[in-house]
């Protein structure tokens, strides 16, 4: 394998989705298959009173290389069954290790082989291998496999490696059977290569390992960065320090989302600095705690602009209903009753639509007809506390597990839903969170959800420059597919030609 040619491209190939993973793989199938070091005439002559050993039905396979042994796992190996041992009887350190399924489960004083042996899970983690160089127990939920003189241990393991047991699990609590896993093909190099080809790995592994560490320090480093921005911009004490946060953190946003999971945090960091007005505010005095007309809401942490104000909910609605407490009726065609698994923060998603009758139609919108820029708030089940507004030209009704808001004049729907996705009322709707395994938030609840509330001009500026920055964050889910695609397709092609200077 070219390990020059790994590392010239290790930069770009390790945004490939499980980079290392992928190459430590491929250095056991290059392993396996006589491609990872060059083979000599004396090697295979050293074969030759193997075979008499092994199996005389054991003959040259099309694709085997010369001087290696071609047949099954039951050809050259014996899985043994493990062996019970009491819980009693295991200790928290000793000579010997207990192997369950899938590694060390204790020690005890008296083994089971006293020769190194590999383990292979059979219940629970089927497939998983453990290697053992000395004296070990197995459990009954394992076999272990003592190499017969012609293998070495290193080179099996390696070998056990490609086959895949894993995949072959099956049941509720996945088992391995010995005779399925006895049918796979298996080859054997001479053992003076075998030597020579576990050399090769561990060198190999070395690099793979250097890679890895780079690779986990470089996502470390970024991972810190993007930690600290976060914590300052949502934790800040000063109100200077916030907008410094705030102008950094969005001048480096390609530097802090290398990872999907990142991008969903910005999302929530965007949300969170605009309904504390440091997406538009420049210059104006904050305070520290959220406060209402009337001066009866509780202090609060976040800091505010003090042109800004906060109200309950009622008081930016002009209506606020439950959905019916009924199942729809569904029918095959009519009007579209939505359900909270079209909800999406910001967005409802229709294009799976389904559909109840004009009469049930006119029966779920008695208390209030859905409109365009209505805000759907599902406050039930597996998706709770997402705000999404209703769609122009569309005309719907409510399902179940959710409510209808209409906002007042004075505020801007799409402010007003972008306050009920953010963290400042997500964390709240999480606390208020009632009924254990069937989780809901309580009506009055959400109706004194209080709503931070600048002036509408202000809110008409903070909407656009979210929906800005939230298209930035939809070009960088872009990059990020892209970048990933790219980096496999490049790592294919190192594979490619590694495999084909080592061939």
Known sequence: MNAELLLAHFDRISDAPGAVL?????????????????????????????????????????????????????????????????????????????????????????????????????????????????PSWTTDVAYFVEPPEFFNIRYLYFALHTLDLDTLGKGVKPGLSRNDACQLDLCVPPLVEQHRIVAKVDELMALCDRL??????????????????????????????????????????????????????????????????????????FIGILHSRDGNTPGSEIRLPASWHVEPLTAVASSIVDCPHSTPRWTAEGKICVRTNQFRPGQLDISDARFVSESTYLERI?????????????????????????????????????MLIRPSRSTDPAFLEMVLNSPF?????????????????NVATVKAYQIPQPPLAEQHRIVAKVDELMALCDQLESHLFTTHTEAARLLDSVLHRALQTSA
């Open 22 to 134: 992928r190459l430590r793989r491929f250095i056991l199938d290059l392993a396996v298959r006589g491609k990872l070091v060059e083979q000599s005439s004396v090697d295979h002559s050293s074969n030759d009173s193997l075979g008499f050993r092994i199996s005389s039905n054991l003959q040259k396979q099309e694709g085997v290389p010369r001087g290696w042994f071609a047949g099954t796992v039951g050809d050259f190996l014996d899985l043994q069954y493990g062996k019970g041992l009491p819980a009693s009887e295991r200790k928290d350190s000793g000579l010997v290790p207990v192997f369950g399924s899938n590694g060390v489960v204790g020690y005890c004083s008296q083994a089971l082989s006293e020769k190194s042996t590999v383990i292979i899970g059979r219940k629970g983690s089927a497939g998983a291998l453990n290697l053992c160089e000395g």
């Open 212 to 285: 890895e560490g780079a690779q986990r320090e470089r996502e470390n480093h970024r991972d810190q960065l993007t930690a600290s921005t976060h914590h300052h911009l949502n934790n800040g004490a000063g109100a200077e320090t916030l907008r410094s946060q705030a102008e950094f953190f969005i001048g480096h946003l390609p530097r802090l989302t290398a990872r999907p999971d990142q991008i969903k945090q910005l999302r929530q960091t965007i949300l969170n600095l605009a309904v504390r007005g440091m997406l538009t505010q420049h210059g104006e005095n």
């Open 366 to 402: 008695q208390r209030l007809e859905p409109q365009e820029n209505d805000i759907l708030y599902s406050r039930e089940g597996g998706i709770l506390g997402v705000a999404c507004r209703v769609p122009p030209n569309v005309q719907l009704c409510l399902g179940q597990r959710m």
């Open 425 to 441: 009322i997500t964390r709240i709707a999480k606390e208020k969170t009632t009924g254990g395994a069937a989780p809901r938030i």
